[in-house]
């Protein structure tokens, strides 16, 4: 995919962090990243999930294309993240998983505090025009404010927790069905039991088709659930020789990563944000542009399905 496919120059870009949001609840104030062009008003917002023991300073390959190209990007750090080092047997542990999505509502809640903590920034965000993105367990994070919920112990799924100032969402390596579960995950991890016939808001769901999770008894196939069994407005983006780092994602030499792929990389930053700007203004055509170059892209690097609400349901290559 070229970058022709994006048809604006990117902007010098602005972060500020640690924005310290009181969290008294929590035990750990909250501390964001807030990050946005120098220019332009009207700009939608992402909030931004990180994975198991990332922080607000990870996905900088994302974040800042996001910005670049006329997005404000809001990342809090969970409290799984590395730079907190809670122990093992912290109180909260158990309860992690409803901190985070916690924390995602709580960055929407103080966008008055956030705007205002960068310089500049004040007056310029379109509060009608918010999405959620996340990776891995930050994926399944966003999800929940898509509409996703846990299963209990009898299969019965828990607390709704939509946020309908959440109009669409970016979904990378999100964990497919509790059912499909290790022992060892089904014993310590009972959140990844995850229902999504209600998870009815627009998403793109990113899976690679080389991810071999060890939490899963499935294969690749397993991160593909979401797509499959959500029903609205969904697209798949099936990335070719992707790992569980989508080829690098989560920072630029980042040491996990063992799919290191730029080529890879650089289509995520275009193809999310492609699908981002359409999904929160449906007249902007990026989104149409970016699946017409990847179809014509010679290099197959991934493959796209899509498909609708309502009796139009289907799939199109």
Same mark, same amino acid.
């Given at each position: ?117 960068? /310089?500049? @920034?004040?007056?310029?965000? +379109?509060? !009608? =025009?918010? *999405? ?8 399944? &994070? ?59 808001? /627009?998403? @793109?769901?990113?899976?690679? +088709?080389? !991810? =071999?999770? *060890? ?8 991160? &593909? ?93």
């Amino acid at each position: 995919m070229s970058s022709s496919t994006i048809t604006q120059p990117p902007t010098t870009i602005v972060s500020a962090r640690p924005v310290v949001l009181p969290a008294p609840d929590r035990g750990e104030d909250l501390q964001v990243r807030v990050s946005a062009p120098v220019t332009g008003d009207g700009l939608p917002v992402v909030v931004f999930s990180h994975g198991f023991g990332q922080s607000m300073d990870a996905y900088a390959p994302l974040a800042d294309h996001w910005a670049a190209h006329g997005f404000a990007v809001l990342q809090p750090t969970h409290l799984d993240s590395r730079t907190l080092a809670l122990p093992a047997d912290d109180p909260r542990t158990p309860r992690i998983w409803r901190f985070r999505v916690e924390d995602l509502k709580r960055v929407l809640d103080e966008l008055d505090l956030l705007e205002a903590s960068l /310089p500049g @920034l004040k007056g310029r965000l +379109d509060r !009608d =025009r918010v *999405a959620v993105a996340g990776h891995s367990w930050g994926a399944q &994070t966003a999800s929940t404010l898509l509409g996703a919920r846990v299963l209990d112990a009898d299969g019965v799924p828990g607390e709704d927790m939509t946020d309908p100032r959440v109009k669409a969402g970016v979904l990378l390596a999100l964990p497919g069905r509790g059912d499909d579960l290790t022992p060892f995950a089904a014993e310590h991890f009972s959140f990844m039991r995850p229902s999504f016939d209600d998870m009815t808001a /627009p998403a @793109l769901i990113v899976a690679g +088709d080389q !991810d =071999r999770s *060890a939490l899963s008894t499935r294969g690749p196939d397993w991160f &593909t659930d979401p797509y499959l069994l959500s029903p609205g407005s969904k697209s798949l983006l099936t990335l070719s020789g992707a790992e569980h780092s989508l080829g690098g994602i989560s920072g630029y030499g980042a040491a996990e990563t063992t799919d290191e792929s730029p080529e890879r990389v650089t289509l995520l930053q275009h193809l999310t944000w492609a699908y981002l700007r359409t999904a929160l203004d449906p007249r902007d055509t990026s989104w149409q542009a970016a699946r017409s170059a990847l179809e014509e892209d010679p290099r197959g690097l991934g493959k796209l399905q899509s498909k609708e609400p309502g009796p139009r349901s289907g799939m199109s290559g």
